[in-house]
């Protein structure tokens, strides 16, 4: 009986003992791999992916600064309040246009240096801002600024994906897109409180410190990484532009963000004018939504690492939950509060996930234009920014007022659910099991495929 439990355990540590070697073989085949493609693996990846954060922060930052300086920059350089405006539409406008055609431009440099070019552009044309004679220097700046944004994000979710191992790769965008989620949130109340007490131009040159800070940490931690094997062109941007599977990924984008950002935008206004709320305390609740989104945009990197198509199904339906929950408790202070810290945990957790979706569907359908893909999701995010904007402020001019931008919002991210439903089944019928696998399936796959691999060299 022994002897027989002896060969019985014998049999069951086999299969284990060949599971190990292969894993470990596994293991260093994928590491020559990605030294072979990316360069060498990243000896601290964490702080890689933080730098990449910081930049990302600093462009939050002076994307939406001028909404906290509005009337001190208009004031101060004697233009109207519209004109003023300006500087935060026209920073947009110029990320959706010149980001496509500078992706392409700037294709063929390693990403390191060019994600430190353009923090050093950042900051030059950042400190520009800060010492602006008049008001069409300032928003001609401005414009040159923008150019910074869109490419620096594009390459820095694709290096992000690159840093991590597979089946981490929304997370790692996720928290790239943190240092943006927080800046949006919190950088109208700082800014203004320091707009107010040391002026605009303090406001702009601290923010071009934020892009020096950004750069030299990128410098230390980001690996080196050669330069892409192939060019964008223009062709090739045409090219992603006529996949649909990538365009609805697109929309994905734009109307999800305009949906959240028709309530976003008038997110002061409505704890101020509705439910009754101090300044200060507006500020107060400002900075906590900055928090909320951190977490959220963890979470939502997490959920669409494990099912992409289904996360971001989640996601936006908890965003219009949000949304619905704003739009009734507005007129209550203790509800109002509970119901927008669960807005600002879920209102851009699916951006993680819409990011690599873009990337993957142009990865699968026009390989050579993934980065083109990574750039144009962030044109239509800034597209969106415009577009919600847009939609809340015809929704506050109308009849609904004020009040009934977040259940017109809702409906908005609601058309956005029905197009991620649209691509989660265009994709299922094409190929069920890369639609729906999940990593530890892909995995497993892999384990099954290696020993007849083996057995038929």
């Known amino acids: 009986m022994a002897d027989d439990t002896a060969v019985d355990d014998a049999h069951l540590r086999l299969p284990c003992h060949f ?17 072979s493609s990316v360069g060498p693996v990243p000896k601290n990846p964490g ?35 519209p004109a003023a ?11 959706t246009l010149l980001t496509p055609i500078l992706s392409a431009v700037f294709s063929g440099l390693p990403r390191k240096g060019m994600l430190i070019s353009l923090m050093v552009l950042f900051f030059v044309t950042n400190m520009a801002c800060a010492l602006a004679p008049s008001y069409g220097f ?19 979710t694709t290096v992000a994906t690159q840093l991590v191992g597979k089946g981490r ?39 071009a410190f934020l892009g020096l800070f950004a750069m030299l940490a990128q410098a230390r931690f980001l690996p080196k990484t050669p330069a892409p094997t192939k060019r964008m062109t223009l062709a090739s941007q045409a090219a992603v532009m006529k996949q649909p599977r990538v365009l ?4 994905m984008t734009s109307i999800g963000y305009a949906g959240t950002f028709a309530t976003f935008t008038y997110m002061t206004a409505i704890l101020e004018e509705i439910s009754g709320f101090h300044a200060i305390a507006v500020t107060l609740i400002l900075g906590v939504i900055g928090v909320c989104i951190t977490f959220g945009n963890i979470i939502g990197g997490k959920a669409a690492d494990k099912k992409i198509y289904p996360a971001l199904a989640g996601l936006f339906c908890l965003v219009v939950v949000g949304m619905l929950g704003i739009w009734l408790a507005a007129p209550f202070k203790i509800a109002m509060i509970a119901a ?33 893909a990574a750039g144009l999701n962030q044109s239509a995010f800034n597209l969106g920014i415009a577009m919600g904007a847009a939609i809340g402020g015809q929704v506050v001019a109308s009849p609904l007022g004020l009040g ?36 530890p399936q892909a995995r497993n796959l892999v384990l099954e495929a290696e020993p007849a691999t083996s057995a038929a060299s």
């Open 340 to 372: 927008v810290i669960f807005f600002g945990v879920f209102m851009f957790s699916p951006g993680a996930g819409l990011q690599l979706l873009a990337v993957n569907q142009a990865r699968r359908w026009t390989p050579g234009a993934v980065d083109v």
């Open 404 to 439: 009934g931008t977040p259940l017109v919002s809702a409906g908005v991210v609601i058309v956005a659910i029905g197009m991620v439903l649209i691509g989660w089944r265009m994709d299922r019928d094409v190929d069920p099991v890369s639609a729906e696998a999940t990593e």
């Open 19 to 35: 599971c190990w070697n292969l894993r470990s073989h596994m293991d260093a085949s994928a590491a020559a791999a990605y030294e």
């Open 138 to 156: 300032l928003l001609g700046v401005r414009f040159f600024t923008a150019i910074s944004h869109g490419v620096f994000l594009a390459a820095a």
């Open 47 to 81: 702080a890689a992916l933080l730098a990449l954060g910081m930049g990302s922060f600093a462009l939050g930052t002076t994307e939406f600064l001028p909404v906290a300086l509005l009337p001190t920059i208009a004031g101060d350089l004697e233009v109207t309040l």
């Open 85 to 95: 405006g300006l500087l935060v539409s026209g920073y947009a406008m110029g990320v």
């Open 248 to 251: 609805l990924a697109l929309a």
């Open 169 to 207: 790769e929304a997370h790692a965008i996720g928290v790239v897109f943190a240092g943006l989620s927080v800046a949006m949130a919190t950088i109208v109340p700082l800014g203004s409180l320091l707009g107010q007490t040391l002026g605009w131009r303090v406001a702009f040159g601290g923010t």
